[in-house]
């Protein structure tokens, strides 16, 4: 059974950073594509970054410049750099991993931005 536990969010002023880590359980981390949704309050959740097995990366228009989505595959682990953060990034951050057509999704952490 896969497994994701996120870590590092919390309170940040803003044009702060934060480094958000996905640590997942189980093999295959290799080959896996992995990605950082976010939801804010009263929003629908949104896809922020994604990182292919073969390091390509993509970004929502919103966190372009400023957020960096990396993977260590040695550490089962997945990354998201967040700089410059704004209020509007104030979120749930969840990682998600995707092997063979199979979704497992981590519980989420609070990154709150204040102004």
């Known amino acids: 059974q896969v497994q994701l536990a996120e870590s590092g969010g919390g309170l940040v002023e803003a044009g702060g950073s934060l480094r958000l880590a996905c640590k997942t359980s189980g093999s295959l981390f290799s080959i896996s594509f992995m990605a950082w949704y976010r939801q804010a309050p009263g929003k629908q959740r949104e896809l922020v970054a994604t990182?292919?097995?073969?390091?390509?990366?993509n970004y929502v228009d919103s966190v372009k410049g400023r957020f960096t989505i990396s993977r260590d595959n040695a550490q089962n682990t997945a990354y998201l750099q967040m700089n410059s953060l704004k209020p509007e990034d104030t979120a749930v951050y969840y990682c998600l991993r995707r092997n063979y057509g199979i979704d497992y999704w981590g519980t989420g952490i609070l990154v709150t931005v204040s102004s």
């Open positions: 990182i292919t097995s073969d390091g390509s990366t």
